[in-house]
Structures are given as C-alpha cells and as structure tokens.
C-alpha cells in the first residue's frame, strides 16, 4: 500500500480527508488540528496528490475538484444557484482546473489584479472564505458538472 494521498486509482482514506477539510473552507492549519496531524503532514498529503493527479498551482481547489467530480465527495442536499456574471463562472472554471490568480489573469487576458479581484468577487459572492470551498460550494449548487456515482477509497468495501 501506497503512502501518498491520491494515486491514478483513487485517494487513500487519510488523503480524502484532507481534501474533505478543503471542500468545507478549511485551511492546512484548520486541517491538520482536526486530524490531529502535523501541517507538514497535509501539505504533504496535498503535494503528493496533486502530483500523482498531474494538477499544478491551485492544488487545494483543484483537488476539491477533482474528488466531486469522480465522485469520492458527493453532494447531500443541493444548495441554491447563486447568479453569477459570466465572467466569474469563468474564473470558478480556472480556479477549478487549479490555475492560479496569474495563470487565470493569462488565460482570460485580464490583468493580474483584476484576476485578484475577479476571485475576491466569486468568493464574496459564493459566501466563502477559500477558493477551494468556492469550489465546493460550485458542486453543491450544480454551478460545476454532475458528479459520477460515489466511490470508495482504497481498503473500504461498501
């Protein structure tokens, strides 16, 4: 068995708890405290995941993503549909993906403090105080995609 947080299989039990704390706003420090590890060891778990998973800059958000998205984090009761401007679903969909303030500035063109401030938007707008729980909150409104059927980590049975 694997040490690392995610292989191209799935999370291991410990690293879908990280990525959990992630998808409800928690930050390394608020993580580690309620898992009774060391912040090292999250960042850890984070690094290792993000890079078995291919995912570079926004690894948080992008993580949080990619567990909805294949189902290892489900949606319990649906939340409502925030309006959003079409420019900050676009900025939710590079926050998703992981690209940072200034990758997200490059892809739409826009100046970096303008990026910033389009996340600082999304955030307020989303009532959160992470982008990865943004992400989440995405997920739970149906702002991001249909999320595939639940999964299992490695060594649980349903």
């Given at each position: 068995m694997t040490?690392?947080?995610?292989?191209r299989a799935g999370f291991t039990p410990r690293g879908l708890q990280v990525v959990a704390g992630?998808?409800?706003g928690l930050n390394i420090a608020?993580?580690?405290?309620?898992?009774g590890i060391a912040e090292r060891t999250v960042a850890s778990h984070t690094h290792l995941a993000a890079k078995a998973l291919g995912i570079r800059g926004a690894r948080q958000a992008a993580l949080v993503d990619y567990a909805y998205?294949?189902?290892?984090?489900?949606?319990?009761?649906?939340r409502r549909r925030p309006a959003l401007t079409p420019r900050l679903e676009q900025v939710l969909d590079c926050a998703a993906r992981?690209?940072?303030a200034q990758a997200t500035a490059a892809e739409l063109g826009i100046a970096n403090r303008t990026a910033r401030r389009h996340l600082e938007r999304l955030r307020g707008?989303?009532?959160v105080h992470t982008t990865a729980r943004a992400v989440a909150v995405a997920w739970e409104?149906?702002?991001r995609g249909r999320p595939s059927a639940p999964r299992t980590t490695r060594g649980e049975t349903n």
């Open positions: 040490n690392t947080l995610a292989t992630y998808a409800r608020q993580v580690a405290v309620e898992l998205r294949h189902g290892y984090l489900t949606v319990d009761q649906p992981g690209l940072s707008a989303l009532d409104t149906g702002l």
